[in-house]
Nanobody, 125 residues
């Protein structure tokens, strides 16, 4: 079993930055692919970014060049650095994890067995 806990959400003005953290426990962290998804009311969870055990990264087109995902295996933590935030980035952000996810499956929430509780990010002036 894997437990994931997100932190770092909050209120930020447009153009600002936030860094989200996802800390894991319960299984060998370095083997996990960790992804970030986000969800707004009435919509399905949308892929944001992912980092594999090899440290290969993947991003949704909407966040490329603005968001950076990284991992610190010594701290069992994945970070999502979010810059140049816009109101469209407002959502609940969830981290998800699993092992053995193939490349084509990375953007799909149904492929992840482990989820955090979510953290709210609000971009507003």
């Amino acid at each position: 079993q894997v437990q994931l806990v997100e932190s770092g959400g909050g209120l930020v003005q447009p153009g600002g930055s936030l860094r989200l953290s996802c800390t894991a426990s319960g299984q060998t962290f370095s083997r996990l692919t960790i992804a970030w998804f986000r969800q707004t009311p009435g919509k399905e969870r949308a892929f944001v970014a992912a980092i594999r055990s090899t440290r290969t990264t993947h991003y949704a087109d909407s966040v490329k060049g603005r968001f950076t995902i990284s991992r610190d295996n010594a701290k069992n933590t994945v970070y999502l650095q979010m810059n140049s935030l816009t109101t469209d980035d407002t959502a609940i952000y969830y981290c998800a994890g699993d092992t053995g996810i193939i490349l084509s499956s990375i953007p799909y929430a149904t492929n992840y067995d482990y989820w955090g509780q979510g953290t709210q990010v609000t971009v507003s002036s």
